[in-house]
Structures are given as C-alpha cells and as structure tokens.
C-alpha cells in the first residue's frame, strides 16, 4: 500500500506543478508586471518541459532501470522549484518551469512504467485507478493549500511548498521502491535505439487511436485549467480561496469517477467505460460552450458543465493508459514517454487559446475546452470502427 501511495504521488507532479499554482495567478502577473498571456506561458512552460523530459526519461528508464533515472529526476525537481520562486521576471519564471517540468516528468512517465512492469490488461486499467485514487487527491488538495498559502505569504511561496513535496517524494523513492526491470529486459543502444522505440510504438495503429483520443481529452482539462482562474477569480468575482474549493469539487468528482472505473473495469470491459467516458467530456464541452455562446450565464451553469468535463476522465484516462500500453509491452518505458509527450503537448498547444480574448474570458475557455473534447470521441469512435472493419 505504501508503495502505491509512493507511485500516485510521483503520478501527481502534473497536478501539483499547476494546481497549486492556479490560485496565484493574477498575483503573479501583478507581481511580476506582466501579462495575462504571459503568466499563461508559465503553465504551458511545465507542460513543455513534462513533454520534453518524459521524451528522455521513458527511453533512459528502459535501458538503465527505473530507479536511477527517477531520484536523477526527481533531484532536478527540487532544484527547479526552489529557482522558480526566486526567479525576477516573467521570462525567467518560463525558462525554469520549463526544468521544473522536466524534472517531474521523471516520476509521471517511470511510475507508470513500474506499474505496467508489475501487471497488465484489466489489472493493470484496476491499478491506474488506484494511482488516481492518489494521484487525486493532488488536484482536491493542491489549490486549497495554493490558496491558503496566499491567506500568509506571496506567490513565490507556493514554489518553496512544491520543492518540499518533491524532497518526500524523494526520500520516499529511495527507501521504497525497489528496481522493476531487470538487466535481461532492459534496452540499449543510445540516441538510435530511443529513435527506434519511439518509431515502432507511433507506428502502431491501436496506440495512436488510444493515445489521440487520451491527448485531446487531457487537452481539454488543461484548458480548464489555464482558463478558469481568469474566468472565476476576475470575471466572476472569486477570491483565490473560493476558486480553490471549486476547483477542489471537481477535482474530487475526478477522484470519484476514477475510484467507479476500478470497480467497474473487472465487469466492463475498460474500452466500452473509455467511450462512456468521452461520450461525457464532449457533452460536458457542448454544455460549456452553450454557455459561453449565451455570454449573461452566471458562475453555476459554467461550474457545472466543466465539473462534467473534468470528472468524465476519470474514465477516460485510466482506461486509456492501460489500453494504449497494453499494446507495446515489450517497450512500457517508451510507450508511456509518448503517450505523457502527447498529453502534455496537446495541452501546451490547447492552453493559450483559453486566454485569446481576454474581454470574453469565458467564450475562450468555452471553445478550448469544447473543441478538444469533441474531437476526442471522433478519434475515439474512428478508432472503434477501424477495428470492427478490420475484424
């Protein structure tokens, strides 16, 4: 169970490198006398840097071992989050939330890895959800205390409270988690042979499907997130500590759906709860944007539709991951780095568009949510019928 524990809070680097920051955000741009937009860029910064760093430590982990790569990274995490609290200028905080992302990235793409060394199929769909039974907990957790941090301290605070959670993790990863793959399965051969484990993985036709409709999914939460600090806090009204508890709710209906989806993935097989979980972000998405198309909709109707957006993937994303690693077994480190690069640059690229019309804050959080989401259930059903022509 405390090894479990340990992998759901590597798997929450993600959640905590924003989460926490969300309520500090027109803080950080009247601090740092910059711009919407530009604060924005901080959060795409981590979503590159997680990208980029899960390109180097997927491969790394299956050629040296998961547990060397992991304190490397985890290390650089702590590192990075202290600069980025001392950083002087919007420009600089991008650079080193690039590191900071990329050092966290580490712990996203190795815990799935072990998971995936230790199980497969329906045990390891059950297994994922157990990890966002954890991992949940950060998206509820993270932004109260980012709030309560801002009740005593600036922003640069909520930095200091993030490298603290890195050193547990850290400590925790030392004593705890044991190597998973032994030298008779790793890989190696360098820079070709990552080359080559990427290609082979992105070639096959089922995971691309799993992975696209998991991407674009993810896409859409990630522009709930950008968005919604803008639209609740200056739109709305809310002070950091009530957005904090919205955005709490829906990260407990994440939790929630995720803990339905490991009861029912042993009865249902986890590619028909895949699509029940897409068929709800589109409606969820359609909903928002009905919403940001009337323009007089007060907080409620807005709250209401994203919290069906965000609670649907704890649906969506466990079953995917388990089904798209599934697929290449044979390369769990390298199928899990793409599948976390894709996440995370779907949701680098979706970001910014929440932010593009700053007089309608919601229209643009409409349309970035509402589009990825739809597109997710097209690829997820082009998929499904790819399949049954093909049987």
Same mark, same amino acid.
């Given at each position: 169970?405390?090894?479990?524990?340990?992998?759901?809070?590597?798997?929450?680097?993600?959640?905590?490198?924003?989460?926490?920051?969300?309520?500090?955000?027109?803080?950080?741009?009247?601090?740092?006398?910059? %711009?919407?937009?530009?604060?924005?860029?901080?959060?795409? @910064? +981590?979503?590159?840097?997680?990208?980029?760093?899960?390109?180097?430590?997927?491969?790394? !982990?299956?050629?040296?071992?998961?547990?060397?790569?992991?304190?490397?990274?985890?290390?650089?995490?702590?590192?990075?989050?202290?600069?980025?609290?001392?950083?002087? %200028?919007?420009?600089?905080?991008?650079?080193?939330?690039?590191?900071?992302?990329?050092?966290?990235?580490?712990?996203?793409?190795?815990?799935?890895?072990?998971?995936?060394?230790?199980?497969?199929?329906?045990?390891?769909?059950? %297994?994922?959800?157990?990890?966002?039974?954890? !991992?949940?907990?950060?998206?509820?957790?993270?932004?109260?205390?980012?709030?309560q941090v801002l009740r005593v301290a600036d922003w640069r605070f909520v930095f200091a409270v993030q490298a603290l959670f890195g050193a547990v993790l850290l400590v925790g990863s030392w004593r705890l988690l044991?190597?998973?793959?032994?030298?008779?399965?790793?890989?190696?051969?360098?820079?070709?042979?990552?080359?080559?484990?990427? +290609?082979v993985v992105a070639h096959d036709p089922g995971f691309a499907g799993y992975v696209g409709s998991c991407a674009l999914a993810f896409a859409a939460m990630f522009a709930y997130i950008a968005g919604a600090p803008?639209?609740?806090?200056?739109?709305?009204?809310?002070?950091?500590?009530?957005? !904090?508890?919205?955005?709490?709710?829906?990260?407990?209906?994440?939790?929630?759906?995720?803990?339905?989806?490991?009861?029912?993935?042993?009865?249902?097989?986890?590619?028909?709860?895949?699509?029940?979980?897409?068929?709800?972000?589109? *409606?969820?998405?359609?909903?928002?944007?009905?919403?940001?198309?009337?323009?007089?909709?007060?907080?409620?109707?807005?709250?209401?539709?994203?919290?069906?957006?965000?609670? %649907?993937? *704890?649906?969506?994303?466990?079953?995917?991951?388990?089904?798209?690693?599934?697929?290449?077994?044979?390369?769990?480190?390298?199928? @899990?780095?793409?599948?976390?690069?894709?996440?995370?640059?779907?949701?680098?690229?979706?970001?910014?568009?929440?932010?593009?019309?700053?007089?309608?804050?919601?229209?643009?959080?409409?349309?970035?949510?509402?589009v990825p989401a739809v597109a997710a259930l097209v690829v997820r059903l082009a998929l499904a019928r790819e399949r049954r022509v093909a049987a």
């Amino acid at each position: 169970m405390a090894t479990f524990a340990l992998l759901g809070g590597l798997t929450a680097f993600g959640p905590v490198s924003h989460d926490m920051y969300l309520p500090a955000l027109p803080q950080v741009a009247h601090g740092l006398r910059t %711009s919407e937009a530009m604060v924005q860029a901080t959060l795409t @910064a +981590s979503l590159v840097g997680l990208a980029l760093g899960q390109v180097l430590a997927g491969p790394v !982990s299956d050629a040296l071992g998961r547990r060397r790569p992991l304190l490397c990274g985890l290390g650089a995490y702590i590192a990075a989050a202290a600069l980025c609290g001392l950083a002087p %200028s919007a420009p600089v905080l991008v650079g080193v939330r690039v590191l900071q992302g990329a050092g966290g990235a580490a712990g996203v793409v190795i815990a799935r890895a072990i998971v995936r060394d230790r199980s497969s199929g329906a045990a390891a769909a059950r %297994s994922f959800s157990f990890l966002m039974l954890v !991992s949940g907990l950060a998206p509820v957790l993270a932004p109260v205390i980012g709030g309560q941090v801002l009740r005593v301290a600036d922003w640069r605070f909520v930095f200091a409270v993030q490298a603290l959670f890195g050193a547990v993790l850290l400590v925790g990863s030392w004593r705890l988690l044991e190597e998973t793959l032994p030298p008779s399965a790793r890989r190696r051969g360098g820079l070709t042979e990552t080359l080559t484990a990427f +290609s082979v993985v992105a070639h096959d036709p089922g995971f691309a499907g799993y992975v696209g409709s998991c991407a674009l999914a993810f896409a859409a939460m990630f522009a709930y997130i950008a968005g919604a600090p803008f639209v609740f806090e200056q739109g709305f009204g809310f002070s950091p500590q009530g957005f !904090s508890l919205l955005f709490a709710t829906n990260a407990a209906g994440l939790t929630a759906a995720s803990q339905l989806n490991g009861l029912l993935v042993g009865r249902v097989p986890p590619a028909r709860l895949l699509t029940a979980g897409l068929v709800a972000t589109a *409606g969820g998405g359609l909903g928002l944007a009905l919403v940001g198309v009337d323009g007089h909709a007060g907080p409620l109707p807005a709250a209401a539709a994203l919290f069906v957006v965000v609670s %649907s993937l *704890g649906f969506v994303l466990p079953n995917a991951t388990a089904l798209a690693l599934a697929t290449r077994p044979d390369r769990a480190g390298a199928a @899990a780095a793409l599948l976390g690069v894709t996440q995370y640059l779907a949701g680098a690229t979706v970001a910014p568009l929440a932010g593009l019309d700053p007089g309608h804050p919601l229209r643009s959080l409409a349309v970035a949510v509402a589009v990825p989401a739809v597109a997710a259930l097209v690829v997820r059903l082009a998929l499904a019928r790819e399949r049954r022509v093909a049987a």
